[in-house]
């Protein structure tokens, strides 16, 4: 029997000898687990940011002193990532930060993120970066992005797509300011107006925008911190109809102190409504903080609530 849940007694009341309720017993017991695989996955995170490669799934579980199943299970419960999906997030970070850095060539960059060696980068480039490293440097340089301006109930809306999915979808009410935001974001890329195949795409997503209940199926290209993909991961995974608060959020990732850091990643979004950041509200359930703006915070969320 787990000894986090004590047997009932023989009357099978759910209480021990002492008459305290079991469920009320288990609490603290329960809170300590979860300390305790808060403080395994803490320490297993700093061992896969200070090791040269990526430690091993059985490395980091021997070190929790877990079987592997089971601490890839807990580790993924207190992040939001696999120990996989976390190491390659925070290489790509590193990457990018050595890329913003000056001075240095690029393969030192590669190898200083952890890569044991540049054809390994290379094999999965479009994955940590979204394009070549060379291109990450120059501002996005070289990558080609498709983009066009539409409307839709919630005022203008910007659509952009690179070779790996959709990079951004922006709301607003000025489409000149939209186009200006996209340079900001790749101030290098080749920015090129959408075809008429591509007026396609966007009235989907106008159409996922407009009813979110229909979902978008359609790939996105996702680019961020280690801890921003967290959030954006648990965003993703609150239903639509349905709010979390952003302390919420930061319990869910296992991170309960960062709920200002949560907020931060949420305004830091560059995906409306397919990364639902709508969705998360003050813990008195408060409708504020909205990268595209409250009252498109509240529509998108009276939309969601509405019977079909």
């Given at each position: 029997m787990n000894a986090l849940f004590p047997a009932p007694d023989a009357a099978g009341t759910g209480t021990d000898t002492d008459d305290t309720p079991r469920a009320a017993r288990g609490r603290p017991a329960r809170a300590d687990a979860q300390a305790r695989h808060a403080n395994l996955v803490a320490r297993a995170c700093r061992a896969i940011e200070s090791s040269a490669t990526p430690p091993s799934l059985d490395d980091l579980a021997a070190q929790a002193g877990l079987s592997p199943w089971h601490f890839h299970r807990v580790f993924k419960a207190e992040t939001g990532l696999t120990p996989k999906a976390y190491a390659a997030a925070f290489r790509a970070r590193r990457l990018r930060e050595a890329l913003d850095a000056a001075g240095g060539s690029v393969?030192?960059?590669?190898?200083?993120?952890?890569?044991?060696?540049s054809s390994r980068y290379y094999e999965t480039a479009g994955q940590v970066l979204g394009m070549r490293a060379r291109d990450y440097r120059a501002g996005g340089a070289g990558a080609v992005i498709r983009f066009a301006v539409g409307q839709c109930a919630l005022g203008a809306i910007l659509v952009a797509q690179s070779r790996l999915g959709l990079c951004a979808i922006l709301l607003g009410d000025d489409p000149d300011r939209l186009v200006r935001d996209l340079q900001d974001q790749f101030p290098r890329a080749e920015l090129i107006g959408g075809d008429a195949g591509f007026e396609q795409l966007v009235a989907q997503v106008v159409g996922f925008v407009e009813t979110p209940a229909i979902g978008l199926d359609l790939p996105l290209d996702v680019r961020g911190t280690a801890f921003q993909q967290r959030v954006w991961q648990a965003l993703r995974d609150i239903p639509p109809g349905a709010t979390a608060s952003y302390a919420e959020i930061a319990a869910r990732i296992g991170a309960p102190k960062a709920a200002r850091a949560?907020?931060?990643?949420?305004?830091?979004?560059?995906?409306a409504v397919a990364?639902?950041?709508?969705?998360?509200?003050?813990?008195?359930?408060?409708?504020?903080?909205?990268?595209?703006?409250?009252?498109?915070?509240r529509e998108l969320l009276r939309r969601e609530k509405a019977p079909a």
């Open positions: 393969t030192d960059a590669i190898y200083d993120a952890g890569f044991n060696s949560v907020a931060r990643a949420c305004g830091a979004n560059p995906l990364i639902p950041c709508h969705r998360v509200v003050r813990r008195d359930g408060d409708v504020s903080g909205y990268r595209w703006g409250v009252a498109r915070k």
